[in-house]
């Protein structure tokens, strides 16, 4: 049986530490964030890390874009049934991606917007709405699209 004395232990972990260390900071300073996947499905591949919003289960305001100059929209929980989704005015942004459940309708959306204020209408069932206000948007943004 080897013995070590403790400064030949604490030397070799600080030296593993150490190593371990300088691969984290390689990997986050080249690759950023890792892939944004909703529900098996890639919406984003931007290294800053784009934010969802949860409009899931009540309203919330949105007051401006993320990582691509987009609005990406959780309109349901889980994988398996969606929502319907309606923007209100129609031409006010497009929906450049989705992430559809079983049922074929929304569980995310990744939207494009033309104007710096609008709502969404996220539609779970007749009794589970969800309105979205989205206000604020700086019109450079809201309109660099249009």
Do not use: N, W
């Not at 987009?70 to 209100?88: F, K, Y």
């Amino acid at each position: 049986m080897t013995t070590h004395s403790p400064g030949v232990l604490a030397s070799r972990l600080l030296a593993g530490l150490a190593i371990a260390a300088s691969c984290v900071s390689c990997a986050s300073s080249k690759g950023g964030a890792p892939p944004t996947v909703i529900c098996g499905k890639t919406i984003s591949r931007d290294p800053a890390g784009p934010v969802i919003e949860d409009a899931t289960a009540h309203d919330i305001t949105v007051t401006s874009v993320t990582a691509g100059a987009v609005i990406i929209l959780r309109t349901a929980s889980g994988c398996h049934t969606g929502a319907d989704v309606a923007v209100e005015p129609s031409d006010a942004a497009d929906m450049v991606d989705d992430v559809r459940g079983a049922d074929q309708r929304y569980i995310a959306v990744v939207l494009e917007p033309h104007r710096d204020a609008f709502t969404v209408r996220v539609t779970r069932s007749p009794g589970s709405v969800s309105v979205v206000t989205v206000k604020g948007l700086s019109p450079a943004t809201a309109m660099s699209h249009g």
